[in-house]
Each structure stands twice: as C-alpha cells, then as structure tokens.
C-alpha cells in the first residue's frame, strides 16, 4: 500500500477514535442518569424512559443512525454528519448501559444503603459516596463490553458519510483494485483500539482486586 | 416518666406490612444513660421497634421522641406532617445503628467507615475525625487495623468496627440490631465485651439479642416483647427470677 493510502485509512481511525471517545464520555453518564431516574420511579416520566430505553435497544443501530440525520430535521433539528454520529452513538449506548446501571441499583446492597441513612447522610450523599464508588468497579466489565460494542457499530454512521475507518479502508480499496490489504490494516487498527481498551480494564481491575479484594 | 426527661420515648406505636401487624401500640420510655435489652421470641417484632427509634422503618401510627425532640413526623395525630429529609438525617446523627450484618462499607478502609459520617455528616474536620477515630478504633482493640479493608476482617472484628463507627458520632443513643447473631461463637465474647463496657459509660443503649446471660450481666432493664406487644418491662433480677407473664415464662424455659 503506498502511503497517502495509508494516510486515508489512519484518519479514518482519528475519526473512530474521536467518534467512540465523545460518545463514551457522554452515552455512560446519560445511561446512569436514565437508569436514576427510571429507579426513582418518577411517575410519567419513568415509563416513558423505560418505553425510550426499550425502543432504543429494539432499533438497528443503523436504523438509528438514518432516523437521527433524515428524520430529526423535520422536527427541527438538523445536524452535520459527525454530531449526528455522535448522537445516535450516544443514545444507542446510553440506552444498553441504562440496563447495567439499573441492575446494579437494584441489587445494591440495602444493608449498606440503610446503614448510610441511619448515619445521617443525605439520598446524594448516599449515591455519591456509597454506592457509585462501588457500582462502577463492580460493573466495569459489563461497561466495557458495551464500549467495545460502541466501536463496532462505529461504521454504520459511513451511510451518512462519515468516513471513519471501514469506509476509509473501502475507498482505499476501490482504488487500488487491492481490497485486502486496506481491509487487513483497518482489522489490526479495530484489534488495537479493543486491546487498549481490554488491557486499561484489566490494570484497574487488578487494582481494585488489590485493595478491596472481591468486587461484588 | 416524662417524656422530656427520658432519652427514647415511644408512644402509641403501631406497625403494619401490608396489613399484617407487627407491632401493636407500642409504648416505651428509655431513661438516658440505662442498657435497654430487648428480648422475645423471632417474628415478635424486635427488629422492627429499634428501627422505628431511627425512622428507618416508618410507624404506621404514633410517634417517637429522642430527648424529648419527635422524629420522623412532627405534631399530633390530626396536625402531623412528615419531616424533610434533611430534617430527618439530622434527627439520625444523635442515634447511632449496629447491625446484625455489620453493614460496613466495603469500598472504605476501617477507618474510611468509622469517619464517615463524622466527616460528611457532622462536618467535622477530617484530620479531627481521624484522630479521634484512631483513638476509638485502639479502645475497641483494632489500632492496627485502621487502614486494612472490611473484607480483611473477621466477623468480630468487623462487628466491632461497626461500634466504632458508631461511637464515633459521639451518639446520645446506640442501637443494636442482634449485634453477636452473625458471628461464629468464639468471637461473640469479644464483640459483647465491648459492649459491656461501653455500658458503663453512661451512653444509652438499646440491644437486642438472644444472649440471655449477656442481657442479665448489662441491662438495666429488660423489655420482653411477644407478637407485637411488650409484655413486660422489668429490671433483669426480677424478669429471669421471677417473669410476670406466662410467655415470658415460656420463652425462658426454652432459652
Ligand atoms: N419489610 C418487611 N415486610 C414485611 N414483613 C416484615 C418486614 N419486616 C419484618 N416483617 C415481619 O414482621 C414480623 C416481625 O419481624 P421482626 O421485627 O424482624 O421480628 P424479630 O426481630 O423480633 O425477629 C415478622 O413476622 C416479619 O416477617
Ligand atoms: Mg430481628
């Protein structure tokens, strides 16, 4: 492969890359939001998130894709491709890891909760010091599988041009006639970004093993 | 007993779950200072008067005052209004809780649970807080143990790092929940001879437990409670010489 050929592929994965980290950083708070306001069962508004949520996981993520650029801006929102991304990227992973953190909500200990209470601390004090400190380490694997899932619905947003790593690698094999070896370098690169992330869970887990023993 | 002079006062109250009775008009009075055994009978609603003192189990009718200050709901029957939640954590920092589980937190070290509360609750500073929390930590035997995780800990040792995070909110009133009834029987003694000389100092304590010696080495009074009633309320001479009721009489046959 010559080297612009490369270049292409390499600024698809800044693409990917850029796509995954944005949306992480916002689809993992948004899900444990959805998942505390569904667990405070507010009235209307947790069966609505709950029917949000529901519909969300039923959609095809490229579906969601195609319903985020073409059908929002007949309700007024119009985006350019990559925020588009962005969002339907976010809401597909908010609304998977909306499960994980509901289900740990739910088994959290009522022992420890009532222990909180007992001593005074307030319900955000409780969340805040008691329970998020251990819900996320305890469901770190959980998480990460759904980021690692993240990544890999990363080219379907290529239908609404974004020309992240597959479809760099597609355009780069068009043109030389050469599909494998393009197809080969985008797999190495999808394998690197998964093993980053695999081994930064493995380190903090091990920490945590380290220092609190066993997670659950 | 007035119940502004008394430490805990329960009056008229009464429990349902979901219909089913398990306490019925339960009224008591807690001099401060006295060692307070609740015994009876499992399903007799034991745990669930000491978690009504804390509101953590909500009386379905009649009030609760700790030194005379209500809790959980504030006036009478007719104008009662349920407290803010802040209003009712604030009531809970004056009575500490120990449970039969221990429930520490498993993500703090021993002494991350014991100042806990202290810190984030009573604002106190935290070098404060570690300080005294290091000092109670080596009254109850576990100096060593302040920067170890709960899960390093047997069962007695982490009973008694409950009691230090108890003691560490300076508490007017400790409850304990069975607080022996989870251990493996050679560690019951060193958990309840910490409680025993805590006794002696004046705090006001409430304890359940099914250790019969024990309540009649430390009470000063026993409370003797059967499907959701007290039954009797006696000093421990006179309830294990000479029960008052049949029951009571019964329940110490067969303990
Ligand atoms: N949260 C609850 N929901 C329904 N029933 C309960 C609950 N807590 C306690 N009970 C019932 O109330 C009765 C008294 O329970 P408890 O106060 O725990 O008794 P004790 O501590 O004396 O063994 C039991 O029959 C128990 O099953
Ligand atoms: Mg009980």
């Not at chain 1, 969002?87 to 609304?95: E, G, K, P, V």
């Not at chain 1, 420890?112 to 400190?133: C, D, K, N």
């Not at chain 2, 002079?5 to 009464?14: L, N, P, T």
Request: aromatic share 6%; with cysteine; glycine share 6%.
């Amino acid at each position: 492969m010559t080297w612009p050929a490369i270049r292409t592929i390499l600024d698809g994965a800044v693409v990917t890359a850029m796509l995954a980290a944005v949306s992480i950083l916002l689809s993992l708070p948004l899900g444990l939001l959805l998942a505390l306001l569904r667990w405070r069962r507010v009235p209307v508004l947790a069966g609505a998130l709950a029917a949000f949520v529901s519909l969300v996981r039923a959609t095809p993520f490229i579906t969601l894709v195609l319903f985020v650029f073409f059908i929002l801006p007949s309700a007024g929102i119009q985006l350019d491709p990559v925020p588009a991304a962005i969002l339907a990227l976010t809401i597909n992973t908010a609304a998977f890891s909306s499960e994980i953190w509901r289900a740990a909500l739910q088994t959290f200990s009522r022992d420890q909760r009532e222990a909180a209470a007992a001593f005074g601390l307030s319900e955000r004090q409780i969340f805040t010091r008691i329970v998020f400190p251990q819900i996320w380490r305890a469901n770190l694997g959980p998480l990460i599988s759904e980021v690692t899932i993240l990544l890999k619905c990363t080219p379907a947003v290529a239908v609404i041009g974004v020309v992240e790593i597959t479809r760099a690698a597609g355009r780069v094999g068009a043109e030389t006639y050469e599909p494998l070896p393009p197809f080969l370098v985008a797999t190495l690169i999808y394998t690197a970004l998964i093993a980053t992330l695999v081994r930064g869970q493995r380190v903090v887990e091990r920490r945590i093993a380290r220092r609190y023993g066993v997670t659950r | 007993m007035a119940e502004i002079d008394a430490a805990i006062s329960v009056k008229g109250v009464c429990k349902d779950f979901d219909g089913f009775e398990v306490l019925r008009d339960i009224d008591l009075d807690i001099a401060p200072g006295t060692t307070t055994c609740i015994l009876g009978p499992s399903g007799s609603g034991k745990s669930t008067l000491l978690r009504c003192l804390n509101w953590l189990e909500e009386p379905s009718k009649g009030s609760v005052f700790i030194h005379g200050k209500p809790i959980g709901r504030i006036g009478t029957a007719a104008t009662a209004r349920p407290m803010a939640r802040r209003e009712l954590a604030t009531a809970r920092t004056s009575i500490a809780m120990v449970f039969q589980h221990f429930a520490l937190w498993p993500h703090l070290t021993v002494l991350g649970n014991v100042v806990e509360a202290p810190v984030h609750v009573l604002r106190r500073p935290r070098r404060e807080a570690e300080a005294e929390g290091r000092a109670i930590l080596s009254r109850v035997g576990l100096a060593e143990k302040a920067d170890a995780y709960p899960h390093t800990l047997s069962g007695g040792q982490k009973q008694r790092v409950a009691i230090s995070r108890a003691l560490a909110m300076r508490p007017k009133v400790i409850l304990f929940d069975e607080p022996t009834s989870a251990l493996d029987p050679e560690m019951v003694g060193e958990v309840l001879s910490v409680i025993h000389e805590l006794a002696k100092e004046g705090l006001t304590m409430v304890i359940v437990t099914h250790e019969m010696r024990f309540a009649r080495d430390v009470a000063d009074t026993i409370v003797f409670m059967e499907g959701g009633c007290i039954r009797e309320v006696a000093p421990p001479q006179a309830f294990f010489t000479d029960p008052q009721s049949e029951r009571a009489k019964r329940f110490l046959t067969r303990h």
